[in-house]
C-alpha cells in the first residue's frame, strides 16, 4: 500500500481515508434503523387503534424523510471539510 503519485489521499494513512466515510456509515445505519422502527411502530398503532396501513405508511414516510434531511446535512458537512483542505 504504498504511495502512487499525487492523487486523492497521496501520504495519507488508509485509517484516515476510511475516517471520511464513517459518517455516511452512520447515517445508512440510521436510516435502517429508522425505517424499521417507522415501520414497526406504525404496525403497532394500526393494530392498537384499527388505523392500518395508515400510520405504518407515515413512520415510512417520516423515517425517510429525515433520513434524507440527515445525509443532505452529512453531506454539506464532508464538502465543507473537503474544501477547508
Not at 405504518?56 to 434531511?69: M, N, R
Given at each position: ?14 485509517w484516515a ?14 436510516t435502517a ?51 477547508r483542505r
Amino acid at each position: 500500500m504504498g504511495d502512487r503519485g499525487g492523487g486523492r489521499g497521496a501520504g495519507r494513512s488508509p485509517w484516515a481515508e476510511l475516517g471520511r466515510y464513517a459518517g455516511l456509515f452512520a447515517w445508512g445505519f440510521n436510516t435502517a434503523a429508522a425505517l424499521v422502527l417507522g415501520i414497526w411502530g406504525g404496525n403497532y398503532l394500526d393494530r392498537r387503534w384499527g388505523t392500518a396501513p395508515w400510520l405504518a405508511v407515515t413512520g415510512v414516510v417520516l423515517a425517510v424523510t429525515l433520513s434524507l434531511y440527515s445525509l443532505v446535512r452529512e453531506i454539506s458537512r464532508v464538502e465543507s471539510r473537503e474544501r477547508r483542505r
